[in-house]
């Protein structure tokens, strides 16, 4: 499977390195100035960033100038022996250029065309500009989330991003697959990021169904309005994270503490239920992490230390998962899935770009005095190790 990748920094990237890291061959479509601008991206001077490295591993670049007529016919050349283009600028600007899906499926009718965008590719809210943070406050997700009584709280794992550009794209974008190989039929798929943080907020859209409104900030089940679903700091400033939801699990906790009196409020609500949280947060401050964590060793309640990232990577049970390699200099993460029989590995690093320009275009069919055209023109960049 062919992907090209017109896409930059995090959301669409992540999805095509899933692809990748599937077994596709991703070619990172960029264009001749500043490319992908990931790679500078908190990069120490005149280094890549490691942002840049972790996100597009095994993929190789081709850059070209879209913006010039020679530039268009090269991408469709490419485009015609191609499964699937994705795209993440904003709504009209793919189109603008002339290789929209209309001008791809022309060339390849069975072409997988994805555009990722914020809002998606139509509404009133369509061509505006946009972070995961908006997302994430467009589709009431940030409302829920906090203490009560106090700010909607931040997360640097960026949701919408990743779940809305990253992932809900790749499954759209299998799905449309299997679809053209058996009816010869490709696809046009419109994924909205801020669509996908909205669709994906099931507990509490689940909440506004059921009971026609959500509890405040910090007063649900999931952000702090019972005892039995929270974190819980320990004397030397560490945490505890208790996800004792079910019965049985939150008397095993009751009783490892020895405060079997509190065994019948782990769900309570309102004053009780802060009462019996100000009991636990009393107990847990008595002690380090370390001693609660050979206290819960052996107690199957949902009890875990909140563990910072260094100590989650040694953690032996992501190392036993091989979540983590060793591979093109720098540490690479294992994508969230496993499939028998193929195991991860990583086969290349990051392409610089324009490394694959003269490759890439071999393959789509050009010639080498048609090629050597386009680069004395500046339509097509090579650089780096190019083939």
Known sequence: MRVLDLSRLLPGPACTLYLADLGADVVKVEDTGAGDYARTLGARAGGVSAFYRAVNRGKRSVAIDLKDA????????????????????RPGVIDALGVGYAALAAANPCVVFASISGYGQDGPRAAAAGHDINYLAYAGVLDQNGVAGGPPALCNLQ???????????????????????RTGVGACIDVAMADAALAHNIFSLHALEQWGAVRPRGEDL????????????????????????????????????????????????????RRVRRELEAVFATRRLSHWQRAFADVDCCVTPVLTLDEALADPQYRARGMAVEADGMREYAPPFKIAGLPFEVKCGSPAQGEHSIEGLREAGLDADAIGALVAAGVVRVVGRAG
């Open 222 to 273: 999931l952000t702090g309005g019972v005892p039995a679903y929270g974190v819980y700091g320990t004397s030397d400033g560490r945490w505890l994270a208790v996800g004792a939801l079910e019965d049985k699990f939150w008397r095993l906790l009751c009783a490892t503490l020895g405060r079997e009196d509190l065994a019948a409020s782990g769900l309570a609500t309102g004053e009780e239920g």
């Open 70 to 89: 020679r530039g268009r016919e090269a991408f469709l050349a490419l485009a015609r022996s191609a499964d699937v283009v994705v795209e993440s600028f």
């Open 159 to 181: 949701i919408a991003d990743l779940l809305g550009g990253a992932a809900s794209a790749a499954i759209a974008i299998l799905g449309s697959l299997v679809r053209a190989q």
